[in-house]
T-cell receptor, first 114, second 115 residues
């Protein structure tokens, strides 16, 4: 049962344009969402997060939007740069309790072309 | 600040052999996680430690996988005997206190190939 879904395995965007990565979830208990970025042969690194009490969080070129009613979130990268080429994972957790178990999506490979 | 250290980086074994992975978390982090990432999939939690106690091992195949966290710091993950489907990257992560919504810091992982 895939509770966090990233339906686009890959995305190609030109440098300077906007990259939009999408993520859907099914578990209504999820109330905290994170995006991780992964380069080849490295571990995932935290990029940006959002709590369910918000619908938008911005950090420089990265913005995450959350639509709770649709159980959908998206990561916008503007402007896209070649160094953004990586695999992006969406992850979700339930804040209740003491454990921060993350459920990851399958990832979207972003390629930013010159 | 030093990151999460893992070793070895790569390991190739034959099926039915045993293998062990080592992880040293960020200093002071109480919570340690082992994730399995199969090619084309997202990381899947195998086990979570809070200090040296197990918080969640519901997805750990306990007939062949074992893990321990020595003195609440370093951790080892062992597979015995290995199967072909165990080929994956094994990621260790740590976080300060394991609270809900806390971000995790990952190591570079150990890539295991079972032939």
């Amino acid at each position: 049962d895939q509770q966090v879904k990233q339906n686009s395995p890959s995305l190609s965007v030109q440098e300077g344009r906007i990259s939009i990565l999408n993520c859907d979830y099914t578990n209504s208990m999820f109330d905290y969402f994170l995006w991780y970025k992964k380069y080849p042969a490295e571990g995932p690194t935290f990029l940006i997060s959002i709590s369910s009490i918000k619908d938008k969080n911005e950090d420089g070129r990265f913005t995450v939007f959350l639509n709770k009613s649709a159980k959908h979130l998206s990561l916008h990268i503007v402007p896209s740069q070649p160094g953004d080429s990586a695999v992006y994972f969406c992850a979700a957790s339930a804040q209740a309790g003491t454990a921060s178990k993350l459920t990851f999506g399958t990832g979207t490979r972003l390629q930013v072309t010159l | 600040e030093a990151g999460v250290a893992q070793s070895p980086r790569y390991k190739i074994i034959e099926k039915r052999q045993s293998v062990a992975f080592w992880c040293n978390p960020i200093s002071g982090h109480a919570t340690l996680y082992w994730y399995q990432q199969i090619l084309g999939q997202g990381p899947k939690l195998l086990i979570q430690f809070q200090n040296n106690g197990v918080v969640d091992d519901s997805q750990l195949p306990k007939d062949r996988f074992s893990a321990e966290r020595l003195k609440g710091v370093d951790s080892t993950l062992k597979i015995q005997p290995a199967k072909l489907e165990d080929s994956a990257v094994y990621l260790c992560a740590s976080s300060p206190w394991g609270g809900g919504g806390e971000k995790l810091f990952f190591g570079s992982g150990t890539q295991l190939s079972v032939l």
